[in-house]
């Protein structure tokens, strides 16, 4: 049975049935006498008011017994706002007799105990001895009012604990815009200033800063409420919040907080691990207490300005007139080239008395390569060629080469061949059934005409797959990754935490609910230029059909076979890319960066395919087997995103996969096609290295495209070795760098072939040649800029961050968008135009490498 002395029938404040102190000790009591089955009379404490005042220490002792109050007043302007601080101090023994204090104010109650417990991770505690806090200032109507509040100060410990008080005014508790305010803030001791937005701005960044690294801390953005949130364990719980090590910014928009003001809170945590920082011990429990040691940390507030809506006009109008630009350059382009043809067309039929044989012998002469090179160093018999043999033989007609030219009867029969309603089927079958593809593909010296022998109709609906596939792909992959960002960003909005996604938050300005429109608006220029791209495929598309179909010699029999379907998928894996790295940076981290990253894997695969088609078009891989390479690469994007940090056994497992795949394209590439892998490989790999390499030294038969399998092979082989040794955190990126190093030597090699044979290269192929290299060059200087990465904290990440630098708008990023996008329709023009020299050349005049 629980017994209480009766109550006076007047309580002093704070003592009372309705008083904190007196619950609290009551359900206390309560407990202890149900388990002990003793009864306990609870005995009324004693209450001391006293009246108080602002910056003056109060050393005092409280028991169980006394209560004591302090009663402050202060003026409170409509027009000005002025912080109160409370601080309190205890000795070290209050860690086992803790003291409670109560602030009670107008329209709001701040309780708090001294020792302070904050826990850390694994719910381990922090006893804080030192406490301080920033009360709310609830607004006033009048133009002056005087408030009143008090600090009750309890304990149920009966024994005397001495504490220190003290109360002051905070100077600058009101940030004033562009002027950077000083501080230092503790886990026990936050800060929080107030802002209110000045007429004619409506929208503002927040940047704090700091010289410490650690501790961690928190910044965040609340309305005017009380109370205010702004303890380690609670800042999480309203507005918007980061972590930060040296640098923090959020940009606050007016439209957000009705009072047209908001509170800046700072918080310093109580360990670093949410920063990147190192893992303190672990104790075997969490009720150990852990020494707190010092964790103070000096900040910078400033709150500037941020851009008005005219800054996102001229945003917007810029992006759209650098590729509107294109748009009109390639206008002007494709009529002077018109006009030229037209005048050069003109010339050729008022040629009087010309045979059809002539025009054929016209347009075909002096635009043949000077020389023949040698593919090898080896004839058919073993024997070795000079280049002057090789150059007699082609003269003479003699030999199994194919160069000399053909009449007007075999290149009619070969129209009509190609014009034959064949239909093709899994097969990899042969215009002309009499011949032998082995005979024909192991010859040393191949022309194109030895590998375009399939019916072109046949072969246009082949590449054509590829087009179709690439788009049926994005939109089974787009419409998923649209409704996954729109969730992101709405979770940032609604839970107001900033740690999400990795902005460059110096540079990210807001539009309607996204949250860095800018970086979202400067990847326009990859779906421009992709459908500029389009256009240009479309127009030489429709341009060569019609040429086919009057029977145009050049088109039927000369240059480069034109099939476009692999172009057109070009175009529109250079659309998707702009579009998933939209999507991508409307919440950018790492569980979404594969979205950037996947068109790109298809970008470097397709122009490979492109630069192998061209002189290979019979034998070019199917769309279907292309894609699932493709399809294989962006799985292991996945999984060396999810698994491959600091996994020993995934970069093992990968390196091996890296270099047999290498072997294995290397092998295709050199015998175009023409071994099988099976059961019997190995046996016919010793017996080729026992009668080529023991038995019988002698070179390989085509030297060239050795010497370009063993640079590949080097290159590859060393990125493999880096990768196993160095295990970059960014492997999706690693991966991209594979791709990209391979397109770039295959291209190189193919230019430097092309020369070799003695083509040239027109000046449209070598300005855009030209060009892209150069926009190439800047592009990745301001990509390697590195304004925020997601292979670290998101605290960690802001430390890269930096102010935008072009219109006040765009940040190094967007920039790399620009030239990027502009880099790679620059590279596709390369790869549609760098033939046209061939135009009107024979197709058993054009060499194979």
């Not at 002093?12 to 003793?38: D, H, I, N, Q, Y």
């Not at 740690?499 to 800018?518: K, R, T, V």
């Not at 492109?610 to 199917?622: C, F, G, M, V």
């Not at 990465?789 to 605290?795: D, E, G, L, R, Y």
């Amino acid at each position: 049975m629980v017994t209480r002395s009766c109550w006076k029938s007047r309580h002093k404040p704070g003592s009372g049935p309705g008083s904190a102190v007196f619950k609290t000790g009551l359900v206390v009591l309560w407990l202890c006498a149900t388990r002990a089955g003793c009864t306990v009379e609870i005995k009324e404490p004693k209450v001391v008011q006293k009246d108080a005042e602002f910056d003056v220490t109060y050393n005092d002792t409280v028991t169980s017994d006394i209560q004591t109050i302090y009663a402050f007043n202060h003026t409170v302007s409509r027009n000005k706002t002025e912080g109160v601080r409370v601080s309190v101090e205890v000795q070290s023994d209050g860690v086992v007799n803790p003291i409670l204090f109560v602030v009670r104010q107008k329209q709001a109650v701040v309780s708090f105990q001294v020792p302070l417990i904050l826990r850390g991770l694994y719910q381990r505690k922090y006893p804080y001895t030192h406490v301080g806090r920033t009360l709310c200032q609830p607004p006033t109507r009048a133009a002056t009012e005087t408030q009143f509040f008090f600090v009750d100060v309890s304990t149920l410990s009966s024994l005397g604990t001495h504490y220190q008080l003290r109360v002051s005014r905070v100077d600058s508790f009101t940030l004033q815009t562009d002027k950077k305010s000083s501080f230092i803030a503790t886990p026990s001791q936050p800060q929080f200033f107030k802002y209110e937005f000045p007429e004619g701005v409506d929208t503002v960044i927040v940047k704090v800063n700091s010289q410490m690294a650690f501790p961690c801390s928190v910044m965040s953005i609340q309305d005017i409420l009380c109370p205010v949130y702004d303890l380690d364990n609670n800042v999480a719980f309203i507005g918007m919040y980061q972590t930060m090590t040296k640098k923090a910014a959020i940009t606050v928009q007016r439209k957000d907080f009705p009072s047209n003001s908001f509170y800046v809170v700072i918080v310093v945590k109580t360990e670093d691990e949410a920063c990147g920082g190192p893992l303190a011990f672990y104790p075997l429990g969490p009720d150990v207490l852990m020494n707190v040691g010092n964790r103070s940390k000096v900040l910078d507030v400033m709150v500037s300005p941020a851009i008005n809506s005219e800054v996102y006009v001229m945003g917007m109008l810029f992006c759209l007139g650098i590729f509107l630009s294109f748009y009109i350059l390639t206008f002007l382009v494709a009529c002077i080239e018109n006009r030229r043809m037209h005048k050069r067309r003109d010339g050729l039929l008022n040629t009087p008395d010309m045979s059809p044989a002539e025009t054929a012998s016209l347009l075909g002469k002096g635009l043949a390569p000077a020389s023949p090179y040698e593919y090898g160093s080896f004839a058919d018999n073993g024997s070795t060629l000079s280049s002057e043999a090789v150059t007699d033989s082609l003269a003479s007609g003699e030999g199994n080469y194919g160069y000399m030219e053909r009449s007007m009867e075999n290149v009619g029969r070969g129209r009509q061949e190609s014009l034959s309603s064949v239909e093709e089927d899994d097969y990899d079958t042969l215009a002309d059934i009499d011949s032998d593809k082995n005979i024909v593909r192991t010859k040393k010296f191949l022309c194109v005409s030895d590998l375009a022998r399939k019916d072109k109709r046949v072969l246009s609906k082949k590449y054509q797959i590829y087009f179709w596939n690439i788009a049926t792909i994005a939109v089974f992959y787009a419409l998923p990754v649209i409704q996954l960002v729109i969730t992101y960003q709405t979770v940032v909005n609604v839970t107001g935490n900033q740690d999400i996604c990795y902005y460059n938050f110096l540079c990210a300005h807001p539009l309607g609910a996204l949250s860095a429109f800018n970086n979202i608006l400067s990847n326009l220029g990859y779906v421009m230029l992709g459908l500029l791209f389009l256009l240009i495929v479309l127009q030489r598309d429709i341009v060569h059909n019609r040429a086919l179909l009057r029977n145009d010699i050049a088109a039927l029999e000369c240059g480069i076979p034109k099939h476009f379907g692999l172009f057109y998928a070009m175009g529109t894996a250079l659309m998707m890319e702009g579009l998933l790295s939209a999507c991508y940076h409307v919440c950018p981290n790492y569980t979404n960066f594969q979205f950037d990253t996947s068109f790109m894997y298809m970008i470097a695969g397709l122009c490979m395919l492109k630069l192998y088609q061209k002189r290979h078009p019979d034998i070019n891989a199917s769309a279907y087997t292309a894609y699932a390479c493709l399809a294989a690469v962006i799985f292991f994007s996945v999984l060396g995103v999810v698994f491959g940090k600091g996994n020993t056994v995934f970069w093992i497992v990968f390196s091996i996969i890296h270099i047999l795949a290498t072997l294995l394209l290397s092998t295709q590439l050199y015998y175009m096609g023409r071994w099988r892998l099976d059961s019997g490989i190995l046996r016919r790999v010793l017996y080729v290295i026992y009668t080529d390499c023991i038995r019988q030294c002698s070179g390989p038969m085509y030297i060239d495209r050795m010497v370009l399998l063993v640079m590949g092979n080097i290159v590859n082989w060393s990125l493999a070795a880096y990768g196993l040794i160095e295990r970059p955190n960014d492997f999706a990126s690693y991966l991209l760098a594979i791709a990209i190093c391979n397109l770039l030597l295959y291209f190189a090699f193919y230019i430097i072939m092309k020369l070799r044979s003695g083509e040239r290269i027109q000046c449209l192929a070598l300005v855009c040649i030209l060009f892209t290299a150069v926009v190439w060059g800047f592009a990745l200087f301001f990509f390697f800029q590195g304004l925020s990465t997601w292979q670290k904290t998101p605290a960690e990440s802001r430390e890269h961050n930096r102010e935008c630098i072009l219109l006040s708008f765009f940040d190094d990023h967007d920039i790399w968008h620009f030239l990027s996008s502009i880099a790679m329709f620059g590279s596709f023009l390369v790869l549609l135009t760098m033939d046209d020299d061939l135009d009107n050349v024979q197709r058993d005049k054009i060499y194979v490498f």
